[in-house]
Every structure is written in structure tokens, then in C-alpha cells.
């Protein structure tokens, strides 16, 4: 009798242990499964819409940079390029107005020989726009007899700048011009603007604007 109480006793220990070994093992599966969905729906739409308006965001400021690094460069690569144009021009005897660039000569040539002596400094004879440009030019050239870029060898009496406009109003010395025979060419003194012949040698006064400059 005390042997088989024993081996009830010993059984029913047995028994308790296997089903707390199951409990155990019911235990560690529920708490697996309930991670897996916790895994599952861990990372619901309004994650993934945050992360790609973040990334959205980020792509926008990068480009914002890049655009105003780039303009950055542009203005100042622009100014350099201007600045160093004035500077070399000044140096070669060009002399800085109102965004444009003059020279004077020191030489003596027809209309046409002057004009050609601009065009390959980049600049043509000078175009003369208003009161004050025009006493800028009697300024740097002590009064002396100078070409400038108006003529009327295309139509009689039709006086045009060299970039094709047409003179509207202008500062002409008293009954000039006169038109004389030949005398298509325009000349500044002291005095104010006359019609000369064109194949007279005279000095001359070149402009180039530093505006129409830069943008090409």
C-alpha cells in the first residue's frame, strides 16, 4: 500500500510538472504570436506618410541649396567678369561712364577708319544719348573736333546712329548741319555737332556698354 501511495504521489508531481510545462510552452507561443503582430502592424500608414513628407522635405531643402549655390556663383562669376573688364579697359586708356566704357584717341583718322578702329575693340563710335553724355564727351575731349557715331551717308538729311536708330533730337552747332555736298559725317566740339566730309581725319571717341557686355 505505501509503495503504490508512493508512486500516486510521485505521479501526480509528474503530471503537475507537465502541465506547468505546458502552461509554459502555451505561454512562450502566445507571447511569440503576439509579437509577430505587434511586428506586423508596428508601422501603420501615418509612419510611412510622416517618413515620406521627411523626405520630401529634405530633397526640397537640398534642392533649394543647390539652386541658390548656383545663382551664388553665377553673380558672382558675372560681377568678377565685369569688374576685370572695367579694370583692364581703364588700363588700356578706356575710360568708365554710366555702365559704359570710352577711348579717346590721341590719332587722327577718317570717319570710317575711326569707326573701324571701334569695331575692333569690340565698341563702335560713340553714340551721344543725352545733355549729360554729351558734355561727358566735351569733357575728356578738351573741346577738340571728335567722330561720333552719327551719319547720314545712307539717305541724305536722315541722320542715323550706327545701331540703325534714327536721330530725334540733338545738340547741332547754329545752321548745322548745312548740308553741304559730301559732308555726311558728324563731328563734336566745343561748339555742339556739325557735318563734316566723311574722309576728313579727325580724332574719334569710341563706346562699348558694359550692360549689352556681360550678358554675352
Known amino acids: ?37 505587434n511586428k506586423r502592424y508596428q508601422t501603420p500608414r501615418n509612419t510611412v ?17 543647390l539652386l541658390l549655390t548656383a545663382v551664388i ?15 583692364t579697359h581703364l588700363l588700356d586708356g578706356w575710360i568708365y561712364y ?3 566704357i570710352y577711348f579717346i584717341s590721341s590719332k587722327i583718322k577718317s570717319w570710317s577708319e575711326s569707326r573701324r578702329y571701334c569695331t575692333e575693340k ?7 544719348n543725352n545733355r549729360e553724355e554729351q558734355d561727358f564727351v566735351k569733357k575728356i575731349s578738351a573741346d577738340a573736333k571728335v567722330w561720333i557715331g552719327l551719319t547720314d551717308s545712307d539717305v541724305e538729311g536722315t541722320w542715323k546712329w550706327v545701331d540703325g536708330s534714327t536721330l530725334t533730337s540733338g545738340f547741332w552747332y547754329p545752321r548745322e548741319p548745312n548740308g553741304h555736298i559730301r559732308e555726311d559725317c558728324t563731328l ?11 574722309s576728313d581725319n579727325y580724332k574719334w571717341i569710341c563706346e ?7 550678358m554675352h
Not at 523626405?55 to 533649394?64: D, G, I, M, N
Open 1 to 37: 500500500m505505501s509503495n503504490s501511495g508512493n508512486m500516486n504521489i510521485s505521479d501526480k508531481h509528474g503530471m503537475e510538472r507537465e502541465y506547468e510545462e505546458m502552461d509554459i510552452k502555451s505561454s512562450n507561443v502566445n507571447a511569440e504570436r503576439e509579437y509577430m503582430n
Open 49 to 65: 506618410r510622416i517618413r515620406n513628407y521627411r523626405a520630401s522635405v529634405v530633397c526640397l531643402v537640398l534642392l533649394c541649396v
Open 73 to 87: 556663383v553665377l553673380c558672382v562669376h558675372s560681377h568678377t567678369n565685369k569688374d576685370l573688364t572695367k579694370e
Open 98 to 100: 554710366q555702365s559704359s
Open 122 to 128: 569690340g565698341a563702335d563710335l560713340i553714340i551721344i
Open 188 to 198: 563734336n566740339d566745343s561748339s555742339g555737332w556739325a557735318d563734316y566730309p566723311c
Open 208 to 214: 562699348k556698354s558694359l550692360v549689352l557686355y556681360s
